[in-house]
């Protein structure tokens, strides 16, 4: 489903401030595989899916979703393979839209418009039945605009809006970072669910350890630009925190640096 082959990335490249975000990244997902990733501040995790995004170009190396060579494709054309979400909840809807109007967007997006762009009652329905599966009463707000909703209730549209037409790929950039632990579990909860329901291949930047043992079949640590650990199936499921942190320091020589990851 998606093969990323030795992938490299610097940024400011010759000046003072360079940085090889990317080290020769290679990384090959099969169908239905939800993998979470970890590693200090720096390691090279959003700069990964951003580099699959297209957000900006590779220096190096090939990256292909589905069988289709993506390296060159600019970030537009890449968007029908992929379902994003990012870690502000004020990204990936429109605030001043409606909650049916945002979910309207997603649902159409890569089909032909037409001149008809009114929202039929069948797909106010399914839309209605999408909501209803939140739990959180959103299924009754469809015209309410979405800046009046809470964070929350923000970030778990967003999701529900990135899933809608099953993409390719699902990338999840830290989307439960910014919220309350009640709300941060409720949205990785969901996440599971719509991923295994709808057998979705998936991504997760987690900077919760006990999270990326907790969800997902396999997991990878990244530190300078490279995947230093991938583990997966029965193994991942006996791992501890504790096992990750002398894990990482085994093999990077470092104690591992990311407070938000140890306080979790």
Not at 41 to 55: E, H, R
Not at 134 to 140: C, T
Not at 145 to 161: C, N, P
Not at 225 to 245: F, Q
Request: overall charge positive; proline content about 2%.
């Amino acid at each position: 489903m998606l093969k990323v082959s030795g992938i490299y990335k610097t940024f400011n490249k010759g000046t003072v401030n360079e940085k090889r975000a990317l080290n020769g990244v290679d990384l090959e997902l099969k169908e239905g595989d939800f993998v979470t990733i970890i590693g200090g501040n720096g390691a090279g995790k959003s700069t990964l899916l951003n580099s699959i995004c297209g957000v900006f170009p590779v220096d190096r190396g090939s990256i292909v979703i589905d069988g289709t060579d993506v390296t060159r494709l600019p970030e537009h054309k890449r968007a029908k393979f992929l379902g994003r979400v990012f870690q502000d909840p004020m990204m990936g809807t429109a605030a001043d839209m409606w909650i049916e109007e945002n979910m309207s967007l997603a649902y159409r997006r890569g089909k032909r418009r037409g001149l008809k762009w009114a929202i039929t009652g069948k797909e106010r329905s399914y839309y209605r039945y999408m909501l209803s599966q939140l739990g959180l009463g959103l299924e009754n707000r469809l015209s309410s605009k979405v800046g009046l909703l809470s964070g929350g209730q923000r970030q778990a549209l967003t999701l529900l809006m990135a899933v809608m037409q099953k993409p390719k790929l699902l990338l999840l950039d830290e989307h439960t970072a910014a919220l309350d632990p009640k709300t941060a579990e409720t949205v990785l909860n969901l996440s599971e669910k719509f991923i295994t329901e709808g057998k979705l291949t998936a991504m997760m930047i987690t900077h919760n350890m006990k999270d990326a043992i907790a969800h997902g079949n396999r997991l990878i640590m990244m530190h300078e630009g490279r995947i230093i650990y991938s583990v997966e199936g029965d193994e991942k499921k006996a791992l501890t925190v504790d096992d990750l942190l002398k894990k990482f320091a085994d093999i990077s020589g470092e104690e591992f640096a990311n407070d938000r990851a140890l306080l979790n």
